[in-house]
């Protein structure tokens, strides 16, 4: 439940930041949403299933690549994903 107030909190305030004019203004906002974004990632994390957490991919021998799949995070959040419009 707590997560979910959490979750909301932090789409309500980029949805904000998107609308702020001013720079300052924009990356205090930013900088809020962080915080609460690390809350929920703490909770709401799984290792990525395509490189098991590590970020990249064995491609040969000495080779390996950024995993496409979380982006080289070595995790996926569920659930926040990011709209485009
Ligand atoms: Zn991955």
Redesign the pocket.
């Known amino acids: 439940m707590k997560q979910k107030v959490l979750k909301n909190k932090y789409e309500e305030l980029i949805k904000v930041a998107e609308l702020a004019t001013g720079r300052k203004e924009t990356i205090s906002l930013l900088h809020k949403a962080e915080s609460i974004r690390s809350k929920i990632t703490k909770k709401i994390r799984y290792n990525?299933n395509?490189?098991n957490g590590y970020?990249y991919r064995r491609t040969s021998i000495d080779g390996a690549k950024t995993?496409l799949?979380?982006f080289g995070k070595?995790y996926i959040l569920n659930n926040l994903t990011k709209k485009s419009d």
Do not use: E, I, L, T
Request: overall charge positive; charged content about 10%; proline content about 0%.
């Open positions: 990525c395509k490189c970020g995993c799949n979380c070595g």
